[in-house]
């Protein structure tokens, strides 16, 4: 375990054990909550890999807790995955092992609440603060704007490895959460490029594709391969290392040539206006004049390509209808800065 006490003199009135459980990494904190603001108080970090379950790692991390301030004892659980959940289970999507919420509580005393992961970004995201560029970059459109929030519907849309969508609705008098797989509706080219891309998919796949393999960390990887085979790639060094890579590694080895190679800052900027372009028809469904989020560590890791020249934004206003465009004009765009939301997210849902 890689322990990291953030606020370790935090006082609560409330904590909480809050989960953010992916096929990479298992991230387990205490967080406290004092009058609906969260604090991060110690959080542990294990390879996804080398545990079997959830068990022992909770075990690990209270005992730690409590062996440096015995207060530090949750009244309650939320853990947050990546996969699909019913009857308080989740089925891990890219691991050999589940979670078992009830089971859990069981073994632990508390309430124990699963959750999907991007639902949990929709739970994080009211525990933002949009004024906080340590949490929030606001993203100008064209015109130099930031609308500001109104008590409206939000909308999320998270590329990474996969892509995430998830909306918030209003209810008068709070945000309430809410998943979708908005992620696999098809995907709706509006250029040359685009066409092209999503023919040459459809022909790999047999079927109309959906807008992940676009718009996610698996899109850079579809989107290299595309380009290559229909445009080409230079014949250096960097270009053959990118070729003899893991898939998984191409789209970080992709970004970091783009400030040096034309063809990769080509590539990026194309995969940026996709995002922007989709980001758009998102809008165009839930109206978020509560503000549009991006979420995700594709999209935090393209942050300058997103704000340059207002290709996002450009894309994200890109419609034939000019009465929807005044409206997309209104909408706050924002993107999450913050890698613990699904943290700060797990406990607001284990409050709810």
């Known amino acids: 375990m890689v322990t990291n006490w953030h606020n370790p003199d935090a006082t609560f009135q409330r904590l909480v054990l809050a989960g953010d459980i992916g096929g990479t990494n298992s991230n387990l904190a205490l967080v406290g909550e004092t009058a ?6 110690v959080e542990g970090v294990w390879s996804s890999r080398e545990i079997d379950g959830l068990s022992k790692p909770i075990r690990e991390l209270l005992d730690l807790a409590k062996a440096k301030r015995p207060d530090l004892v949750p009244s309650r659980a939320c853990i947050s995955a990546a996969g699909p959940v019913a009857d308080n289970r989740c089925t891990m999507t890219n691991l050999p092992w589940s979670i078992d919420g009830t089971a859990l509580s069981a073994e632990f ?13 929709g739970y994080g995201i009211p525990t933002l603060d949009v004024n906080d560029p ?58 040359a490029d685009s066409r092209s891309f999503r023919d040459y998919v459809e022909a790999r796949i047999g079927k109309a594709p959906g807008v992940e393999p676009f718009v996610s960390g698996t899109g850079i990887g579809n989107l290299y391969e595309w380009w ?12 053959k290392a990118i070729e003899a890579a893991a898939y998984h590694e191409r789209p970080r080895m992709i970004s970091e ?23 758009g028809d998102i809008a165009s469904i839930f109206l978020p004049l509560g503000g549009l989020y991006l979420a995700g ?22 419609t034939y209808n000019l009465h929807l465009a005044k409206v997309l004009r209104q909408v706050p765009l ?6 613990s939301i699904s943290l700060y997210g797990a406990a607001n849902a284990a409050l709810d």
């Open 257 to 279: 040539l783009t400030a040096a190679d034309s063809v990769a800052a080509g590539m990026i900027s194309f995969f940026v206006r996709l995002l922007g372009r989709y980001s």
């Open 36 to 41: 609906g603001k969260f604090a991060l108080i």
């Open 134 to 191: 340590k949490q929030i970059t606001v993203i100008r459109h064209p015109d130099g704007s930031t609308p500001a929030p109104q008590a409206a519907t939000k909308a999320v849309v998270g590329p990474g490895t996969g892509l995430g969508v998830g909306f918030l609705a209003w209810d008068g008098k709070r945000h309430i959460p809410a998943s979708s797989e908005g992620g696999h509706i098809v995907f709706a080219p509006w250029d």
């Open 228 to 239: 290559r085979d229909t445009k080409g790639v230079p014949a250096t060094d960097a270009w």
């Open 109 to 121: 005393g508390v309430p124990v609440r699963v959750i999907n992961d991007f639902l949990a970004i």
């Open 334 to 339: 924002y993107l999450i800065n913050d890698y």
């Open 297 to 318: 560590g594709v999209a935090q890791k393209q942050l300058a390509w997103i704000t340059h020249e207002d290709q996002f934004t450009l894309a994200f206003e890109n």
